[in-house]
């Protein structure tokens, strides 16, 4: 395998003489076949802007590349997990990185390959299913069936601009609809994709600037319902805040949708802040949640979430909450080499998960600069390897699916 970068035209050049080189987290090490597989369809190279490139020389050593090339990533379509970091390393006042999960990319044989482990092939999410054929007329018939209704606005933009595949599912009525329900959120995550606090990055999404009614939340569900193929609608989306802190709206709007609807699955996606709300959901029909989070340890949690009136108690006992009822627990697990795969990191996991009652973990590779969100948590312990953390999850805690995507819950009857 060899090194790969970016000339500033943008191309990739191959270096001969120089193998490649990875991170898990601040830790150097070679980028070997075994880590490796053919660049996914669907996913794209970004060059890194001013970091340096490291490859190793004959004898294994690392050489950093000075001058005008720049060290190049993959990003990763969904269903695909990052499994190891671009080897690179930032110069003085260097710009933070846009939100993406930067993996490390080299050539092999003529092709591109990356670190990384595919993790699920739901059909629904495969990107052969999305784009906006069809869409414009499909948002138009919302908006006619929906007068007035904010949502069906919001939403349009998110499915058109963004290519949003949950908004473009909810207009063709589809797999699984986006009921994004609060602006607000009551944390401050590093890695938030609709709110930077600190305006260094943009956020790739815009956070809802209005708090959608119950009608409006109902009237969408159920529009989206009528679809033949439709069959989960989710509370909790990339372009809001948390969804449990609307705690009125969301408990009405679900028992409006469960009043019409025996079947659908009423999902959450949530940070796990609230388990009193995520009670009263459950008690008004919702019956599948997926809860956030990058860590099960207190220090990392904070430092990541920054949180506000909440802490891991609070995520568990959300778990413990669906679980009670029987049913879906999911955990969107904000994966990261050099963090998830620790023996500390994964030990708390493990029981975080036993605790919660998860069905189903999604291995998710986080968004996020990595240097930046290295710098801004505690000192980690040597990862073991993404694969291997994923081995040891599936051997202690058999019956945990793993993925990537949500699965409808299936009715009796
Ligand atoms: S919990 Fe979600 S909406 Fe809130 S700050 Fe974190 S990523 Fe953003």
């Excluded at 949708?257 to 999902?267: D, E, G, K, V």
Aim: with cysteine.
């Amino acid at each position: 395998m060899r090194l790969c970068v970016a000339r500033p035209d943008g191309s990739i050049e191959i270096r001969d003489g120089l193998r490649p080189a990875a991170r898990s987290g601040r830790r150097l090490v070679p980028l070997t076949p075994a880590d490796v597989i053919p660049l996914p369809e669907g996913a794209t190279v970004a060059h890194l802007p001013g970091r340096r490139a490291i490859g190793l020389d004959a004898r294994g050593d690392p050489v950093e590349l000075a001058g005008l090339r720049a060290p190049v990533a993959a990003i990763l379509p969904v269903g695909y997990l990052r499994t190891l970091l671009p080897a690179s390393r930032p110069g003085p006042g260097s710009p933070r990185l846009p939100l993406f999960g930067y993996a490390a990319l080299a050539e092999r044989n003529g092709e591109l390959v990356v670190a990384a482990l595919g993790t699920d092939t739901f059909e629904w999410w495969q990107p052969c299913h999305h784009g906006t054929a069809g869409l414009p007329e499909a948002v138009d018939a919302a908006r006619h069936a929906l007068p007035g209704n904010r949502l069906v606005d919001h939403l349009a933009r998110c499915a058109l601009e963004y290519r949003c595949y949950t908004a473009q599912n909810t207009f063709f009525r589809r797999y699984e609809a986006a009921l994004p329900a609060s602006p607000a959120c009551n944390a401050d995550c590093l890695g938030c994709i609709s709110l930077q606090s600190d305006g260094a990055v943009p956020s790739p999404q815009e956070r809802m600037g209005f708090a959608p009614t119950v009608a409006e939340l109902a009237g969408l569900a159920g529009h989206f319902l009528e679809g033949d193929e439709a069959a989960i609608v989710s509370f909790g989306q990339g372009c809001e805040g948390e969804a449990l802190t609307r705690s009125r709206a969301v408990v009405e709007a679900t028992a409006a949708i469960r009043a019409h609807n025996p079947a659908a699955t009423i999902h959450v996606n949530t940070n796990g802040s609230r388990p009193r709300v995520l009670e009263r959901m459950v008690a008004a029909g919702c019956d599948s949640v997926r809860i956030s989070a990058i860590s099960f340890t207190e220090s990392v949690f904070r430092a990541y979430y920054r949180p506000v009136g909440y802490g891991l108690q609070e995520v568990i006992e959300c778990g413990r909450v669906m679980r009670r009822s029987g049913g879906q627990v999911c955990l969107n697990l904000l994966a990261f080499p050099g963090i998830t795969d620790t023996p500390s990191e994964l030990e708390a996991t493990i029981a975080a998960c036993a605790e919660m009652g998860v069905d189903q973990i999604q291995w998710r590779s986080l968004n996020v600069d990595h240097d930046w969100l290295i710098d801004e948590l505690p000192p980690m312990e040597e990862g073991m390897g993404m694969a291997i953390a994923m081995e040891t999850v599936r051997r202690r805690l058999p019956g945990v699916a793993h993925g990537n995507f949500t699965r409808p819950v299936a009715h009796p009857g």
